[in-house]
């Protein structure tokens, strides 16, 4: 923990903790994915900076909350019992995985094992979605256009198809928005 507590940057930091957690936690039967703004930092590669890691499990049934505190306490997490502070950071475990996406999870190499990250064009849809409802939010626009931009620059690859795909679902309902937000992301790109 010394290790990653001593890394300044928090991007790095983040990255090696979301590792360990994994690790920790598949180790113990229960697999974490990265969902969020957690992956959309990942992704952008701390062009954008969530301040947590949220993560979701990939299995149908619960993991019991004494052995989540107790596979935390392994780290020296204080809080719980499904939001931790650890190394500066806060983890938070937020129940299963919601994907309607049909392309792969992500995966990230840390230096203490690999992280999955929900699939990107599901990350983009729901920032999106996030920038347009219930209102407009200007902070939550920045996000989602910084997000679009690393993807149409190919920093993170997408499958577009799939992206237009989310976006029409009724559970989402922003093709039309995502579309003014990926061309708000090209004219910045392209200045």
């Given at each position: 923990m010394q290790e990653?507590?001593?890394?300044?940057?928090?991007?790095?930091r983040a990255l090696?903790?979301?590792g360990l957690v994994t690790r920790i936690f598949t180790?113990?039967?229960?697999?974490?994915?990265?969902v969020g703004g957690s992956a959309?930092?990942?992704?952008?590669?701390?062009a954008y900076m969530?301040?947590?890691?949220?993560?979701?499990?990939?299995?149908?049934?619960?993991?019991p909350l004494r052995q989540a505190q107790d596979l935390m306490a392994q780290l020296?997490?204080?809080?719980?019992?499904?939001?931790?502070?650890?190394?500066g950071l806060f983890v938070d475990l937020l129940g299963l995985l919601e994907n309607e996406a049909q392309t792969p999870l992500r995966t990230v190499q840390t230096p203490y094992g690999p992280v999955s990250l929900?699939?990107?064009?599901?990350?983009?849809?729901?920032?999106?979605?996030m920038a347009c409802y219930p209102q407009p939010d200007p902070a939550a626009r920045a996000v989602a256009r910084k997000f679009m931009a690393v993807c149409l620059a190919g920093t993170?690859?997408?499958?577009?198809?799939?992206?237009?795909?989310?976006?029409?679902?009724?559970?989402f309902n922003v093709a039309r928005e995502l579309e003014e937000l990926k061309r708000e992301a090209a004219r910045a790109n392209a200045s």
């Amino acid at each position: 923990m010394q290790e990653i507590e001593g890394t300044s940057n928090l991007l790095e930091r983040a990255l090696k903790l979301a590792g360990l957690v994994t690790r920790i936690f598949t180790e113990a039967g229960w697999p974490l994915v990265v969902v969020g703004g957690s992956a959309v930092e990942f992704y952008t590669e701390g062009a954008y900076m969530s301040g947590d890691i949220d993560l979701c499990r990939r299995t149908l049934a619960p993991i019991p909350l004494r052995q989540a505190q107790d596979l935390m306490a392994q780290l020296g997490a204080t809080g719980g019992p499904r939001s931790w502070k650890v190394a500066g950071l806060f983890v938070d475990l937020l129940g299963l995985l919601e994907n309607e996406a049909q392309t792969p999870l992500r995966t990230v190499q840390t230096p203490y094992g690999p992280v999955s990250l929900m699939p990107a064009e599901l990350a983009l849809v729901e920032r999106t979605l996030m920038a347009c409802y219930p209102q407009p939010d200007p902070a939550a626009r920045a996000v989602a256009r910084k997000f679009m931009a690393v993807c149409l620059a190919g920093t993170t690859p997408v499958d577009w198809n799939e992206v237009a795909r989310l976006a029409a679902l009724s559970s989402f309902n922003v093709a039309r928005e995502l579309e003014e937000l990926k061309r708000e992301a090209a004219r910045a790109n392209a200045s």
